[in-house]
């Protein structure tokens, strides 16, 4: 019998060690995957030469459930051709006897041992069709006895029996790839397949391996196995980006350097000199300081008993006369929006003098005549309101730049706090306990400084900033066919790029040019629109809002009522990325004759007639002179490559500005301008902070993570909370307890609690029978941005994610949206009952609040150490801090019942039956068996796992009671 | 200690007033407002897939669906109802008695592609997508519209699975729906785990009160303690009891017949309990295989889902008028879209939204049994066509709305229905 020692991660370790020495050759303890593109047709037929291959690499055994994303261009997922074959040899020392050899794969396989074929497996059958065929396919599959793993995914599984008397074999074991129904191409993915050894006499199944390690076929170790893959896949595809980053060098080190001549070319922002007794720690807080020193000036004159503008006032204003009182083309040339315009008056004169009771706004208020009164719709000014706009003119007007809701700075945030709203500002969760005990014993003075540094080179930093980017770019793929505006899964573009920290210009290029394959991820997925009447018109406005803070959505039937915009510069734009004219649809117009309305001119005007033809134009020169191209642009007859240039150039400080106002926000909770996404309507508070920060934005090559050091270094960042504060205040004084985004709580919950995240995977088709453009795979999901809408508009019970569901309740409650038919640039983040009700009651919150065996609070909560001890190691994995006196007595207390004899010294566990799970996708969903089997499925999310029976139950429950209720506490929600 | 927000602003799921506050006339002074009905209640069945309506409520002569080539036509005989000249297929028996009290709009079209997600989408919403913003679903309109009708309880539920159709769009989360898949489960977040009795939500809730009392009142998360402090509530007795059809006598759970019937009476008890909206879904797929998305052999037991059908509206509408709730609770059946009278290959039929019905009942409409007429093969519209539009036009009339006010996205108005007319014939 041989020796199978469980599978650990040391194989692993000992691959890549091999790797390194005979780069380029097959290491005769390795499997190397070669995937050939070539010689193949779609003929469901074996080729008669063997194919080419073009990409290789090594795994440990005979077993992949993936291969690496095929990467074009400038490192952006390109689309392999469909079907592909991958051939996976080594050679492998068998012992003599007769052994039983299984293969599984999700369409056609054949192994070959010493040359001669042993066992194979048919292709699939051309039937994604509408989801009710019996094939071969099992609803259960084949049950190989205890501890063996079941398919999970309807892949095809073959039994052949190998005798041999010992020594060598060369194993070939060839799978095909994808494949076409027809002329359609199915997603190039290979499914789990293995293949795996029964050893004479043995029931024991392993992975078939060249190496000395046995790895056994079990669902455990298989996890292990697959973690590996997936993490030297990474690693091999970060390489494979950066390699072919190099191959537009040529083009993006001139850039670089333009970017430099540019800054040199033009005048610095003068760093104001701060009034005396404020913190300074980077040159944002000389901004904020002088900015912070002039607005607490003008507001001097305060008092509790005059008429306060941002108190009284403006709420009035906003309500009642903005809407059309604002902007390029307010009424009557009249802007409220702006002290300085409204002082001016519009074309009936001045409006109001400050100190003069007569003038012309209380006239109109007042009057009563229809074509004088105002507002000229709706309900009048009740008498309070009138005498408020009456008093705060007679009292002088006074109309400051902004409010100030302090009266100083708070002080510096304590280092529990900062840690935790670092971490949760850049890779979303908070510290492990390790980390907060780490920082808190740091006694370097610039370990703030340095842990910033490190944080900000944690891969998590992508996985945080990804809903961000997902939100303004309206990422918004469908597992099953698009439809709702569905774009491509562009995410993993996104993923990548945040991952590399790819300079935003390059960043926003790519994007552009929309190139790769725009079903596997590359940013071709952005121009995709399913259903969407004029799809670069939308393309248009998102990347107008998202990047020039040009707000164009009214533009796509009609000019902006307010801003300076027309429909003609939306289509121009979006002509532009199409790369071809665009008509105008009656469907993206206002019929003029809803435009009639009485006595008054209509608020919109439709200047583009349907069905007129747009040609590409840059709409913006106001940003960029198109004569500053000439050096940027590769090929000048190349529309989007003109766009990317004008938008991203260095010239085009908008651009850098926008962004830097993004990134600005994301840390400090209000943009310098808001709305961020329309620069018409907002003022900026820090105007020279602005032009700075877009500056330094250029001067660190466009690098959101130089950018974001400069930003949390600043004494502004690092300022404690004032936890009166209701909103964001636009002096930066103090933050106020901001609510955390619906995926830092999840991913927060999960990552505090160490319950792993465990869902299905997301995607309907799981065994690859459907075409390319009807499905795809989102994988399964390890942080809460990866989930996607899990809605089909079908109501099929047998299509249902239940464990997803549970994940996507909590998250859409807390503001995310699984569908994003539209950029969205703020959340909402007010409370409401489902919140909490979702998060004390809910199925996902069941999962993290009961000790299984796999909870990682579960081994903490059985540690040996004093109950109080374990209270406060409680607060400060979950919550960052120490129990306050009250809570630690309550808590203290709590558990102390049956604390001593918690331990369960013989836990036994009831034998896991050995039953198959139900396979369901696409392809079955609607045979009879389906729809109870999902049910299951469901009923099984929803009792979640079992609890330990190493833990006494009683006290169990008492402990999930106190993680319960740290979990609730209204602080799992706020930043500190 | 209350935040000095009303707390009711804060937490409630929709607000009448305060939207209402925001609806303005569309397009200018309205010349004049349509008649608008007084129904308080609304329960929405929807039938995904698409309901076939030569088999249910718009029969033609007999085809043959087997015969080769096949021959077009119903599936099944039609009967007389309680209307005269008004007939309807064979199993829907029970509902061609009370067909007095039914109006079947046979008229109804619309002009997309015959895609279940895109037209579940327009019936939901009465728009088509533009990748500009994200229009609600009419649930959601309702709700924001006229609030829930008691202030304790949500304004708009859910009985089948979370889609994006039924979703509040701009609105914003806050007029959303609170759902639940069965009536096994209680609504996703409000039921209660069943190892949670209320001896352990007490414990639990002395554990976290030293936690909640850590921020001042007046400050954002003491909003957020009042927010659950309402979401304790709601998972209480007094919210959770309608959820409980034990409370019902046998031989009404029986009239009303398997899930989802029991999803109607469930309804039932919600509207009782002042739920504003109820959208149930009929998704009792194991039936026929296909659910009502009856191609091929889905045709074959379309008659299982049709009878279901007719026992729950029928048991509904009768025990509404039992209960004198009829004519305040509007009855809509929609589906995304039919089908035609021609068969497939595999027997069954494919998608027609150029030609179906839907159906609406009490709500104090005054019904016909049946509203428009389709030729022999129910592909064309003789009269009276019905745009999705006016469909919820007249939904929305019934409910007291006028569908030419506006809501507000941001600073754009959007007019309820995309220029909809309600069916003047059921409202005068």
């Known amino acids: 019998m041989s020796c199978v020692i469980p599978f650990r991660r040391g194989i692993w370790l000992l691959l890549c060690l091999a790797s390194l020495a005979r780069e380029g050759a097959v290491a005769r303890a390795e499997v190397r995957v070669e995937i050939c593109e070539s010689g193949l047709d779609d003929k469901d037929a074996w080729p008669e030469m063997a194919p080419v291959a ?82 071969t396919e099992r609803l259960v599959p084949l049950d190989l006895g205890r501890g063996y793993r079941f398919a999970p995914n309807g892949e095809y599984e073959r039994i052949a029996e190998f005798e041999t008397t010992g020594g060598p074999v060369d194993v070939k074991f060839e799978v095909f790839a994808g494949g076409r129904e027809g002329k359609t191409p199915r997603r190039v993915e290979v499914g789990e397949t293995v293949v795996a050894i029964a050893k004479s006499e043995n029931d024991v199944w392993e992975l078939l391996t060249p190496g000395p390690h046995g790895v056994r076929y079990t669902d455990a170790d298989w996890a292990h196995y697959r973690d590996g893959l997936e993490k030297s896949l990474a690693e091999r595809n970060a390489a494979t980006r950066a390699r072919l980053r190099e191959n537009s060098a040529d083009y993006w080190t001139p850039r670089r350097k333009e970017a430099e001549s540019w800054l040199a070319a033009t005048p610095e922002v003068t760093v104001p000199v701060p009034p005396a007794g404020f913190p300074i720690q980077t040159p944002i807080d000389n901004f904020i300081a002088d900015r912070y020193a002039t607005v607490k000036n003008q507001n001097r004159q305060r008092s509790p008993d005059k008429i306060d503008f941002f108190r009284d006032v403006s709420p009035l204003l906003e309500s009642r006369c903005v809407d059309c009182h604002r902007g390029a083309n307010a009424k009557g040339g009249f802007r409220l929006d702006r002290a300085e315009a409204a002082r001016r008056g519009g074309e009936s004169g001045p409006a109001f003098q400050a100190g003069v009771a007569e003038s012309e706004l209380m006239r109109r208020v007042t009057s009563h005549d229809p074509g004088e009164k105002m507002p000229p719709k709706g309900e009048r000014l009740t008498s309070a309101e009138i005498l408020v706009l009456d008093r705060w003119i007679s009292e002088g007007a006074s109309w400051p730049d902004l409010p100030l809701l302090r009266d100083s700075f708070t002080g510096p945030v304590d280092d529990a706090g900062f840690l935790r709203r670092l971490m949760l500002d850049t890779v979303g969760v908070p510290p492990t306990m390790g980390e907060l005990g780490e920082f808190l014993a740091d006694t370097r003075p610039d370990k703030r400084a340095t842990w910033i540094d490190r944080l900000l080179d944690d891969p998590r930093w992508a996985d945080h900033w990804m809903p961000l980017w997902q939100d303004m770019l309206a990422e ?117 004759a809803k435009l009639q309305t009485l006595g008054r001119t209509p608020l919109i005007r439709v200047t583009l007639a349907p069905g007129s033809h747009v040609e590409p134009k840059w709409p913006f020169p106001l940003f960029a002179n198109p ?263 309550r808590y203290t207390q709590w558990l102390s019942d049956g604390f001593a004899t918690r331990r369960v010294a013989n836990p036994v566990y009831e034998t896991p039956a050995h039953v198959a799970p139900k396979f369901i996708t696409w392809t079955n969903h609607l045979q009879p068996e389906s729809d109870p089997a999902a049910q299951e499925r469901i009923a099984a999310a929803q009792r979640g796992d079992s609890p330990t029976p190493r833990i006494e139950p009683n006290w169990r429950a008492h402990c999930e009671d106190a993680i319960w209720a740290i979990l609730n506490s209204p602080e799992m929600l706020f930043r500190p | 200690m209350t935040s000095p927000l009303a707390r009711r602003d804060l937490l409630k799921f929709s607000l009448a007033a305060a939207a209402n506050a925001l609806a303005r006339p569309a397009w200018g002074e309205p010349s004049n407002t349509p008649p608008l009905g007084k129904a308080e209640h609304c329960i929405l069945f929807w039938l995904g897939g698409g309901m076939a309506q030569v088999d249910t409520f718009d029969p033609k002569r007999l085809g043959d669906a087997h015969s080769k080539p096949s021959r077009s036509g119903s599936y099944y005989n039609s009967i007389e109802t309680a209307v005269p000249g008004v007939r309807v297929t064979e199993h829907l028996a029970q509902t061609a008695k009370v067909m007095d009290r039914v109006t079947v709009v046979r008229t109804v079209n619309h002009r997309v592609v015959d895609e279940h997600a895109f037209a579940t989408n327009l019936v939901h919403t009465g728009r088509t997508i533009s990748g500009s913003t994200v229009y609600p679903s009419i649930g959601s309109i309702v709700a924001q519209q006229r609030g829930p009708v008691d202030p304790a309880v949500p304004a708009y539920m859910l009985i089948g699975i979370p889609n994006v159709s039924r979703g509040p769009g701009f609105l914003g989360a806050k007029h959303g ?96 309990a002042g739920v ?77 939204g150029s030609t179906f019905s839907l159906v609406l009942a009490g709500g104090g409409l005054r019904h016909q049994g049946a509203y428009g007429v389709t030729d022999d093969d129910c592909k064309e519209i003789l009269e009276n066509p019905v745009s999705i539009p006016d469909f919820h036009a007249t939904i929305h009339a019934a409910l007291g709305i006028d569908p030419r006010h506006e809501l507000r996205d941001g600073a754009r108005p959007v007019s309820i229905t995309d220029g909809g007319i309600p069916i003047a014939k059921l409202l005068s």
């Open chain 1, 476 to 592: 918004n793929p469908n597992i099953l066919n698009p439809t709702l505006n569905n774009t491509g899964p562009f995410r993993w573009w996104l993923y990548e790029s945040l991952r590399d920290d790819l300079p935003l210009d390059r960043m926003v290029t790519q994007l552009v040019l929309q190139r790769g394959g725009d079903r596997e991820g590359g940013p071709a997925g952005f121009g995709e629109a399913s259903q969407n009447d004029v799809p670069y018109a939308a393309k248009g406005a998102i990347l107008s809002a998202a990047f020039l803070g040009v707000d164009l959505k009214c533009a796509r039937c009609h000019d902006s009522p307010t801003g300076a915009f027309q429909q003609e510069q939306l289509f121009q734009i979006g002509a532009l990325l199409a790369a071809k004219p665009l008509d105008v649809p009656a469907t993206s117009s206002v019929d003029p």
């Open chain 2, 177 to 272: 729906f609170v759902y639940l898949t069965d009536t096994n489960s209680g609504p996703a977040g409000f039921s209660r785990p069943i190892d949670v009795d209320s001896q352990r939500v007490a414990n639990r809730l002395a554990l976290l009160e030293p936690t909640q009392q850590r921020f001042p009142s007046d400050s954002l998360p003491a909003d957020y303690r009042s927010a659950q402090a309402e979401a304790l509530r709601l998972s209480g007795p007094e919210f959770m009891r309608h959820f409980d059809l034990t409370q019902e006598s046998g031989s009404i759970r029986q009239r009303y017949g398997g899930e989802f019937g029991q999803r109607c009476l469930l309804s039932r008890r919600l509207v009782q």
């Open chain 1, 54 to 135: 073009t990409e290789f690499f090594s795994v440990p055994a005979f077993a992949i459930d993936q291969i690496p994303p095929k990467y074009v261009d400038d490192g952006i997922r390109g689309t392999r051709p469909s079907p592909s074959l991958v051939r996976l040899t080594g050679t492998v020392d068998f012992p003599s006897g007769k052994h039983r050899i299984l293969i599984r794969a999700r369409s056609a396989a054949r192994l070959t041992l010493n040359g001669t074929l042993l066992v194979e497996t048919p292709f699939a059958p051309k039937n994604g069709g509408d989801g009710s065929q019996a094939d």
């Open chain 1, 627 to 889: 004569e500053v191209l000439t050096p940027l642009v590769r090929n000048p007859e190349d529309h989007r490559e003109r766009l990317a240039a004008l938008l991203t150039a260095p010239h085009n400080e908008r651009f850098a500005q926008v962004l830097a106002n993004h990134i600005w926000r994301h840390f400090m909770g209000r943009g310098i301008v808001e709305p961020v996404e329309d620069w018409e309507q907002g003022i900026p508070t820090h105007p020279e902070l602005l032009r700075w920060l877009g500056r330094e934005l250029v001067r660190g090559g466009y690098r959101v993570k130089s950018l974001s050091r400069l930003i949390l270094n600043s004494a502004a960042y690092q300022r404690a909370v004032d936890p009166l504060l209701r909103t964001s205040d636009p002096l930066y004084a103090a933050p106020e307890p901001r609510r955390l985004s619906a995926e830092q709580i999840v991913d927060s919950l999960f990552a505090v609690s160490g319950k792993p995240f465990r869902t299905e995977a997301l995607c309907l088709d799981l065994n690859g029978r459907r075409v390319t453009s009807n499905s795809i795979d989102l994988g399964t999901p390890r942080r809460a941005w990866m989930l996607a809408s899990l809605s089909n508009e079908r109501d099929r019970p047998s299509l249902s994610l239940p464990r997803l569901q549970a994940v996507a309740d909590v998250l859409t409650a807390l503001g995310w949206r699984g569908a994003r038919q539209d950029p969205s640039f703020s959340r909402d983040a007010s409370p409401n009952a489902l919140q909490p009700a979702i998060l004390a009651n809910g199925v996902m919150m069941q999962w993290i609040t009961r000790l299984s065996d796999d909870h990682g609070l579960t081994e903490f909560a059985l540690r040996e150490q004093p109950v109080e001890t374990l209270v406060d190691n409680l607060f400060l994995r979950l919550l960052s801090r120490v129990p306050t006196p009250p809570e630690r007595t």
């Open chain 2, 276 to 352: 504003r909206f109820i959208e149930v879904s009929h998704n009792l797929n194991f039936i026929n295989g296909t659910g009502w998305d009856s191609h091929r052999s889905g045709q074959q037991q379309l008659h299982g889902l049709i009878q279901e059908l007719d026992t729950a509206l029928s048991a509904l509408i009768e025990d509404l008028e039992r209960q004198k709730l009829l004519d305040k609770t509007l009855i809509v059946v929609a589906t995304e879209f039919g089908r035609p009278a021609a068969f497939d290959d595999g027997g069954g039929r494919g998608h027609q």
